[in-house]
Nanobody
Framework: QVQLVESGGGLAQPGGSLILSCAAS????????MGWYRQALGKQRELLAT???????DYGDSVKGRFTISRENAKNTVYLQMNSLKPEDTALYYC??????????????WGQGTQVTVYS
């Protein structure tokens, strides 16, 4: 019913920047909270940042001060600006959205993930 498609991943050098985008489409009435997570090889999925529909943000300690989450409600899109990248930021990055669909259900959706690799 709802699809999330991430883009913007790739290679970066330490200290560099990348911006990720995640666009939602489908039977959307309204998107409530949106967020970004990541999962490094052999590790559990980690919450990076969340943003409410009103724009209130929250960050995980590992990215606070370096990453910025934002969204465009009219485009059903969430962004993650990543600055001062470190090799330990290498992971598969996922977006998440809590969506109220057109049939009045509230469901949690995930994107397919986009790889970010930080190397020197």
């Amino acid at each position: 019913q709802v699809q999330l498609v991430e883009s913007g991943g790739g290679l970066a050098q330490p200290g560099g920047s990348l911006i990720l985008s995640c666009a939602a489409s489908g039977r959307i009435f309204q998107i409530n909270a949106m967020g970004w997570y990541r999962q490094a090889l052999g590790k559990q999925r980690e919450l990076l940042a969340t943003i409410t529909r009103a724009g209130t943000t929250d960050y995980g300690d590992s990215v606070k001060g370096r990453f910025t989450i934002s969204r465009e409600n009219a485009k059903n899109t969430v962004y993650l600006q990543m600055n001062s990248l470190k090799p330990e930021d290498t992971a598969l990055y996922y977006c998440n959205a809590v969506v109220q669909t057109t049939d009045w259900r509230i469901q949690n959706y995930w994107g397919q993930g986009t790889q970010v690799t930080v190397y020197s």
